[in-house]
């Protein structure tokens, strides 16, 4: 299991997700 934090312009958070799910990543937190 890894950790990332990242900070994420907002525009660029479906594309964040959609490359994440692509490499199995199963569950996300995001705060605004």
Same mark, same amino acid.
Request: no cysteine; aromatic share 0%; hydrophobic share 55%.
């Given at each position: +299991?890894? #950790?990332? /934090?990242?900070? /994420?312009?907002?525009?660029?958070? *479906?594309? &964040?997700?959609? *490359? #994440? *799910?692509? &490499?199995? &990543? $199963? #569950? +996300?937190? &995001?705060? $605004?």
């Amino acid at each position: +299991m890894k #950790l990332i /934090i990242a900070i /994420i312009q907002p525009h660029k958070l *479906e594309a &964040v997700k959609r *490359e #994440l *799910e692509a &490499v199995d &990543v $199963n #569950l +996300m937190t &995001v705060a $605004n």
